[in-house]
T-cell receptor, first 114, second 112 residues
Framework: KNQVEQSPQSLIILEGKNCTLQ??????????LRWYKQDTGRGPVSLTI?????NTKSNGRYTATLDADTKQSSLHITASQLSDSASYIC?????????????FGTGTRLQVTL | DVKVTQSSRYLVKRTGEKVFLECVQD?????MFWYRQDPGLGLRLIYF???????EKGDIPEGYSVSREKKERFSLILESASTNQTSMYLC???????????FGPGTRLLVL
C-alpha cells in the first residue's frame, strides 16, 4: 500500500529556533514530492515541489531535501516565527497512466511560541 | 495570484438533507478536485475533474456526486447527508496534474 508517514506528529519550539520535519514514503513509481503549509481553518498552500532528480529546494526560510534512494524528505525551517505555526503536509505524487495521484501525509502540527 | 473560492466557510445541515458545495477558480485550470480532511487521516480524494462535464472517482466517492458544467466551477453534492460526512471539505485546482494544486479555504460541514 502506498503510504506517506510524517514525524513528529506535533512539535513546539521557541521563536527564533530552527526545526526539521520528516517525511518517509513508500509510494511507487515516484513522480514528485511536495510540502504544503496549512494554517488552522485554511486550505493548504504549496511551499516546495521536487522531482526525483532534485536533492534540495528552498523557499525563503523553508528548505526541503529529498533522498529518493531512501525515500525520505525533510523540511527545515530556519529562524522560526510565530507565523510558522501551522500544519505541514508532505504529499507524494505518482504517475498513473496520463494522470498523477497524490498521497497525503497526516501532517506535522508545529507551534512556535515566545 | 490563483484564487480558489468556496461557497461557504461553515455549514450546518441535518441528516438526510441534500447539500451543495461550490468551488470556483479564476485561473482557467483544467483540473479540479474535491477532498475531505479528517483529523489523523490526511486529505482524501473524493472526486476530480479534468475537463468540463468530465469526472473521475477518487478514493472515497461513496455518498457523493459532482458536477462540472463550466470550466471554472466544480460542485460537490451530498445527496442525503449523513453524520459521518461531517468533515472539512477542500477544493483544489491545477493546470496540469503534475503541477502545484491550489486550494480553496475549505468548508467545514457539520451534519446533525
Amino acid at each position: 500500500k502506498n503510504q506517506v508517514e510524517q514525524s513528529p506528529q506535533s512539535l513546539i519550539i521557541l521563536e527564533g529556533k530552527n526545526c526539521t520535519l520528516q517525511c518517509n514514503y513508500t509510494v511507487s513509481p515516484f513522480s514528485n514530492l511536495r510540502w504544503y503549509k496549512q494554517d488552522t481553518g485554511r486550505g493548504p498552500v504549496s511551499l516546495t515541489i521536487m522531482t526525483f532528480s532534485e536533492n534540495t529546494k528552498s523557499n525563503g526560510r523553508y528548505t526541503a531535501t529529498l533522498d529518493a534512494d531512501t525515500k525520505q524528505s525533510s523540511l527545515h525551517i530556519t529562524a522560526s516565527q510565530l507565523s510558522d505555526s501551522a500544519s505541514y503536509i508532505c504529499v507524494v505524487s505518482i504517475l498513473t497512466g496520463t494522470a498523477s495521484k497524490l498521497t497525503f501525509g497526516t501532517g506535522t502540527r508545529l507551534q512556535v511560541t515566545l | 495570484d490563483v484564487k480558489v473560492t468556496q461557497s461557504s466557510r461553515y455549514l450546518v445541515k441535518r441528516t438526510g438533507e441534500k447539500v451543495f458545495l461550490e468551488c470556483v477558480q479564476d485561473m482557467d485550470h483544467e483540473n479540479m478536485f474535491w477532498y475531505r480532511q479528517d483529523p489523523g487521516l490526511g486529505l482524501r480524494l473524493i472526486y476530480f475533474s479534468y475537463d468540463v462535464k468530465m469526472k473521475e472517482k477518487g478514493d472515497i466517492p461513496e455518498g457523493y456526486s459532482v458536477s462540472r458544467e463550466k470550466k471554472e466551477r466544480f460542485s460537490l453534492i451530498l445527496e442525503s447527508a449523513s453524520t459521518n460526512q461531517t468533515s472539512m471539505y477542500l477544493c483544489a485546482s491545477t493546470y496540469w496534474t503534475e503541477g502545484t494544486q491550489y486550494f480553496g479555504p475549505g468548508t467545514r460541514l457539520l451534519v446533525l
